[in-house]
C-alpha cells in the first residue's frame, strides 16, 4: 500500500480483466512481462472474491478469461486466462507473489511441480491448471478434495521451520522470518532467552512466535487438537472476506 500511496499516477483500478487480458492475448509470458515492464506496471493487486462472478456456464466466457479456456476434461489449458497466465509467469521467474493472506494461493504459487504432484497425487490437472483452481479455491466445486490436502503439507513446513511465514501470511503479519525462525530454534532447543533478546522483536514477530510454538507442541503433545486447530486455520484462511493476492514483477 505505501508504494500506490506514494506512486498514485501508476495505480489502474479494476482494470485487471481488461488490460491483463490484452497484454496475454497471444499467451507468451515474455511479451506479457515486457508490455507490463514497458507500461511501468510493478504490481498486481487480486481480489479473489472476483470469482464469486464467474463461477458457472452462464459466465463461461467471463471464466474463460478469468481463469483460462479449458478442454472438455477441464484439465489441459486451451487459452491461457488472467489466473493461468499468472500462474505460468510465477513459475518461469517473471513475476513472483509478494504477499497473500490465503493458504492456499500461497501454496498454489510457492510449492515447487513436485511438491504439488506429491501433495495431489490424484489429480490430473495440468500444472497450472492445478495453481490456479487451488489459489481461488473457496469457488472451486471441488474444493473439499483439494483442502484435505493442506494441513498435511502445513504439517511438513512445521518440522522445517517453514510454517513460521505461513503463520505470519495466515494472521497478516509483517515479521522478519530468519529472525523469528533463530528464536523458535532456541527455545525449542531449550535455551535461554534474555529480556534484551526478546526486546528485539516486534508486536508481530511475538505474535507469530507464540502461536508457531503453541501448535509445535500441540503438534507433539495431542495430534488430533492439533488438526483440528491447523483445519480451523486453513479454513478461516480460504473463506476470510478479506483476501488479497499481490504479485510483483520482477
Known amino acids: 500500500m505505501p508504494y500506490f500511496i506514494r506512486n498514485q499516477h501508476g495505480l489502474n483500478v479494476d482494470g485487471f480483466l481488461v ?7 497471444d499467451n507468451d509470458p515474455c511479451k506479457t512481462y515486457l508490455r507490463m515492464r514497458d507500461l511501468k506496471k510493478v504490481y498486481i493487486v487480486i481480489d479473489p ?8 456456464d452462464a459466465n463461461s466466457s467471463l471464466m474463460d478469461r478469468v481463469f483460462g479456456k479449458l478442454d472438455e476434461s477441464g484439465n489441459k489449458i486451451l487459452s491461457y486466462g488472467s489466473m493461468t497466465m499468472i500462474a505460468k509467469m510465477v513459475r518461469e521467474g517473471y513475476m513472483s507473489l509478494a504477499a ?8 498454489a504459487f510457492e510449492l515447487s511441480e513436485e511438491e504439488l ?13 492445478l495453481r490456479s483452481k487451488l489459489a481461488t479455491l473457496r469457488f472451486r466445486p471441488n474444493a473439499q478434495q483439494m483442502f484435505s490436502a493442506l494441513p498435511q503439507i502445513f504439517t511438513q513446513r512445521m518440522v522445517s521451520g517453514e510454517a513460521i ?6 494472521l497478516g503479519k509483517e515479521i522478519d522470518v530468519t529472525k523469528v525462525r533463530s528464536f523458535a530454534t532456541k527455545i525449542l532447543g531449550q535455551q535461554k532467552l534474555t529480556p534484551d533478546d526478546v526486546a528485539t522483536l516486534t508486536d508481530d514477530e511475538r505474535m507469530v512466535l507464540v502461536q508457531y510454538l503453541s501448535l509445535y507442541n500441540l503438534m507433539k503433545t495431542n495430534m488430533q487438537q492439533y488438526q483440528q486447530v491447523v483445519a480451523n486455520m ?6 476470510g472476506n478479506s483476501q488479497l ?5 520482477n
Open 19 to 25: 488490460d491483463f487480458r490484452k497484454n496475454l492475448s
Open 49 to 56: 472474491n472476483i470469482a464469486s462472478v464467474v463461477m458457472g
Open 100 to 107: 497473500t493472506n490465503i493458504i492456499s494461493a500461497k501454496y
Open 117 to 129: 504432484k506429491a501433495a495431489f497425487p490424484n489429480f490430473q490437472e495440468d500444472d497450472l491448471v
Open 165 to 170: 511465514e505461513d503463520t505470519a501470511d495466515i
Open 234 to 239: 486453513m479454513q478461516q484462511s480460504i473463506l
Open 245 to 249: 493476492m499481490l504479485f510483483k514483477l
